[in-house]
């Protein structure tokens, strides 16, 4: 099949600055979301979920925004550090319980 | 808690033999295990959901007898590409479900490197 994303979107911020990754997802009947970030040679590791009956929902210096009418996800870092640097992939859960992930975005923190 | 294991972290064979990767969860039952597919700068795509006891599920364009899979415990799935290809070559990452949580949590493995000579 053809290859996609072969070029990784990429955000790049000064250490301390806020980020915010966006992410569209395709199916309107998804109603659980996760963020995971990536690091190089690494699985996926969970940061934080939000299930469809909320907009937001916030950790630890991470936020996720739902908007489900645009089908629309965000995750926001404060004060971002040198060891945010990674990968970050949304994924939503299908009514099969199946994950779809997002293309993934590459975060680079610059000190 | 919650942590999968996967074995071996990375493998080179050569084109034609057959490799076996393993996916175990290590302190908590997993019913249900997903096998996934990274290519390099792309993003996980899901090959197969794997259920303890059952044939597994493959998602459309996987070829079933190239990438075998055996649940055969619930705290082990194993993942096996048969005559191995160049193809092949990827970032092979499997998750598990714990049987105790809510139905969406899933738990991943530090993935198994493929490279195929």
């Known amino acids: 099949g053809e290859s996609v994303g072969l070029h990784l979107p990429t955000l790049s911020v000064q250490e301390g600055d806020n980020s915010i990754i966006n992410c569209a997802y395709s199916?309107?009947?998804?109603?659980?979301f996760i963020w995971y970030k990536q690091e190089s040679g690494k699985g996926p590791q969970f940061i934080i979920d939000?299930?469809?009956?909320?907009d937001k929902r916030q950790g630890q210096r991470v936020t996720v925004l739902l908007n489900k009418t645009v089908k629309h996800l965000s995750l926001q870092i404060a004060a971002t550090q040198p060891g945010d640097s990674a990968v970050y992939f949304c994924?939503?859960?299908?009514?099969?319980?199946?994950?779809?992930f997002g293309k993934g975005m590459k975060l680079t923190v610059n000190p | 808690g919650a942590v999968v294991s996967q074995h071996p972290s990375w493998v080179i064979c050569k084109s034609g033999t057959s490799v076996k990767i393993e996916c175990r969860s290590l302190?908590?039952?997993?019913?249900?295990m997903f096998w996934y597919r990274q290519f390099p700068k792309q993003s996980l795509m899901l090959m197969a959901t794997?259920?303890?006891?059952?044939?597994?599920?493959?998602e459309q364009g996987v070829e079933k007898d190239k990438f075998l899979i055996n649940h055969a415990s619930l705290t082990l799935s194993t993942l096996t590409v048969t005559s191995a290809h160049p193809e092949d070559s990827s970032f092979y990452i499997c998750?598990?479900?714990?049987?105790?949580?809510?139905?969406?949590?899933?738990?991943f493995g530090p993935g198994t490197r493929l490279t195929v000579t």
């Open positions: 994924a939503e859960s299908l009514p099969s319980e199946k994950l779809v």
């Open positions: 998750s598990a479900r714990d049987r105790r949580d809510r139905a969406y949590e899933q738990y």
């Open positions: 939000i299930r469809s009956n909320m």
């Open positions: 302190d908590f039952q997993a019913t249900t």
């Open positions: 199916n309107s009947a998804s109603d659980y």
């Open positions: 794997s259920n303890e006891g059952s044939k597994a599920t493959y």
